[in-house]
């Protein structure tokens, strides 16, 4: 069973509000990754670190999403100002190293009301 | 363009019966391949890996996954199902050597039905 902890589980916001999501990957993981999943199944890739750097990201161009993965604390993702289609299951995952097996937490399903 | 498809939205199987899930990638090489599994309200549960080597690979669960390096599929089977077994399944794929950023096929539902 995957040791990925996701908080909250559910996050419900205003348009226009912030959200927050946080993620603790499996201890020993140095490679975390955010994909966001739509309610038709597809799934995006946000963005990956490794420790505290960013290996890939797509290109976030309406800037509204950031995320950081400081040492010694959990990583998190944020999406400054939630639009309704921003509705989805944020799965965060971790793995020991580039091109190994990933492990993802339960999800946190954001609505945007 | 590298794609992932899953040609079975839905799929439903008595229980006991065997099952295959199909998968087909587009990759300019071969890739790493993976099944997972989504109960509802959960996240992705890993049931299987192809990194190399014997096509067949094993998984939890009785699954079981055969690579085809000519037609480019990656299709998963289970001999007899469980009710338990009903899930979405979902191939995905990474290529080698660009670190580990998945591609998912959208996913096949199995109904298990008694």
């Known amino acids: 069973n995957s040791k990925v902890i996701q908080t909250p589980r559910y996050l419900v916001k205003g348009q226009g509000q912030k959200a927050k999501m946080r993620c603790i990957p499996e201890?020993?993981?140095?490679?975390v990754f955010w994909y966001q999943q739509n309610k038709n199944n597809e799934f995006k890739f946000l963005i990956n670190?490794?420790?505290?750097?960013?290996?890939?990201q797509i290109d976030m161009t309406e800037k509204r999403f950031s995320a950081e993965c400081p040492s010694n604390s959990p990583c998190s993702l944020e999406i400054q100002s939630s639009e309704a289609g921003d509705s989805a299951l944020y799965l965060c995952?971790?793995?020991?190293?580039?091109?190994?097996?990933?492990?993802f937490g339960k999800g946190t399903r954001l609505t945007v009301v | 363009a590298q794609s992932v498809t899953q040609p079975d939205a839905r799929v439903t199987v008595s229980e006991g019966a065997s099952l295959q899930l199909r998968c087909k990638y587009s990759?300019?090489?071969?890739?790493?391949l993976f099944w997972y599994v989504q109960y509802p309200r959960q996240g992705l549960q890993l049931l299987l890996k192809?990194?190399?080597?014997?096509?067949v690979v094993q998984g939890v669960n009785g699954f079981e996954a055969e690579f085809s390096k000519s037609n480019s599929s990656f299709h998963l089977r289970k001999a007899s199902v469980h009710w338990s077994d009903s899930a979405v399944y979902f191939c995905?794929?990474?290529?080698?050597?660009?670190?580990?950023?998945?591609?998912f096929g959208k996913g096949a539902k199995l109904t298990v039905s008694p």
């Open positions: 995952a971790s793995s020991p190293g580039q091109n190994t097996e990933v492990f």
């Open positions: 201890k020993g993981h140095p490679v």
């Open positions: 995905a794929v990474t290529p080698q050597g660009t670190g580990s950023k998945l591609s």
């Open positions: 670190f490794q420790n505290q750097e960013v290996l890939q």
């Open positions: 990759y300019s090489a071969t890739p790493y």
């Open positions: 192809y990194y190399s080597g014997d096509p």
